[in-house]
């Protein structure tokens, strides 16, 4: 199969070159854009649309989102070379930095069909949320990123946050109206950082996983951080998960993040799953 490499410059501090050098010494000649605007990305993926099978994101699960947005629906194969700041997608469908490994899977020819999902016009593949959360990722891409930045944003944010508002517009899911903390989908495990905010939701089900989680008081917390980095979160007093296909609601803040990317999303919502929607290489 033929390949192409797409890559974020801004992904990984900046720091792409060192991957530059280990491709071009293990391929020749090897097809990549260094693209600094979606307009780029989007131009060259058109450009090579019908000699390319496989096409490689190279950054975190931002730039994989819009890599796979044009893949969707289509005999294309989405590949991650992980350079992000937490990595999820990449986590939960076993990719990681060794290139040798990936040129191996390329030559495989192997892929699977997974599910990916919408929020109102936003497309997203791994986790997608709204409240505390989305306040948080806004606040870190003020920073300079990486974990410690995210946890540092996440506890500064956490005491001076107030709960949002939902409200559900399908009777039968109207018993869950009230304030909460955040609201995350989930079509894969985790957020990234191997934090597992969804331990059950699978990419290929057909659904997303929902979570509800209410403003706990401080002494929930370890337990809360505990239990989410051993993928032991569940259905508890500050916990509720909601499997489903589709799903609309109100909520009273515009501040979401799509696959960790900031953006401004209006009410009402609409979640809705795209089943089996695209390829992705195994």
Do not use: C
């Not at 490499?5 to 792409?16: D, E, G, L, Q, V």
């Not at 050098?21 to 780029?40: G, M, Q, W």
């Not at 997203?124 to 990123?145: A, C, L, Q, Y």
């Not at 500050?238 to 589709?246: H, Q």
């Amino acid at each position: 199969m033929k390949f192409a490499f797409i890559i974020n410059p801004y992904s990984a501090k900046k720091n792409y070159q060192p991957f530059l050098e280990s491709l071009s010494k293990k391929v020749e000649n090897p097809l990549y854009i260094v693209s600094r605007s979606l307009e780029d990305t989007d131009d060259f993926i058109r450009r090579h649309w019908d000699d390319v099978d496989v096409f490689v994101a190279v950054g975190g699960d931002g730039t994989i989102s819009v890599v796979a947005q044009k893949l969707i629906n289509t005999k294309k194969i989405l590949a991650v070379f992980p350079a992000g700041s937490g990595n999820g997608f990449s986590n939960e469908t076993n990719f990681n930095k060794n290139i040798s490994r990936l040129l191996a899977k390329i030559e495989a020819e192997k892929f699977r069909t997974i599910d990916t999902f919408m929020v109102n016009e936003h497309f997203s593949i791994n986790v997608s949320g709204t409240g505390f959360d989305g306040k948080v990722v806004k606040e870190f891409e003020k920073t300079d990123r990486g974990f410690k930045n995210y946890i540092k944003v996440s506890i500064q944010t956490f005491f001076k946050y107030k709960p949002i508002k939902i409200k559900f517009l399908e009777e039968n899911y109207k018993q869950y109206n009230g304030k909460y903390l955040m609201l995350n989908i989930a079509n894969t495990r985790q957020f990234g950082n191997n934090a597992y905010i969804a331990p059950m939701a699978s990419k290929s089900d057909g659904l997303v996983d929902l979570v509800l989680v209410k403003k706990f008081p401080l002494t929930y917390s370890p337990f809360f951080a505990f239990r989410m980095f051993t993928k032991r979160l569940k259905d508890d007093d500050y916990v509720t998960y909601l499997p489903v296909s589709e799903i609309d609601f109100k909520v009273n803040t515009k501040t979401w993040h799509i696959d960790g990317e900031f953006k401004k999303i209006k009410s009402p919502v609409k979640i809705k799953v795209l089943p089996k929607s695209l390829r992705i290489l195994v």
